[in-house]
């Protein structure tokens, strides 16, 4: 059973799939701006790599979106 952390995580892993996906981002987009591979960044979005604070903002500024967004459990549905 997943801890309600693990639970967070994925949501904030969900949370920057659908809005990069609502911006017609590619992940080959967001990791070449990240600096990273596509699997490498392919990772993030399933949840399986945790993230850096540093990581998080960028991702955030590229999607051109407040962080905290990110960070709610429920933002998908408001997109």
Do not use: F, P, W
């Amino acid at each position: 059973m997943k801890s309600l952390c693990d639970l967070k995580a994925l949501a904030v892993a969900a949370n920057i799939r659908k809005i990069r996906e609502d911006k017609n981002y590619t992940q080959e987009y967001l990791a070449a701006k990240l600096k990273i591979s596509q699997n490498a960044y392919s990772k993030i979005e399933l949840g399986r790599n945790n993230i850096t604070l540093n990581r998080l903002l960028c991702i955030a500024e590229i999607l051109e979106i407040d962080a905290v967004t990110l960070l709610q459990m429920n933002s998908v549905e408001q997109h």
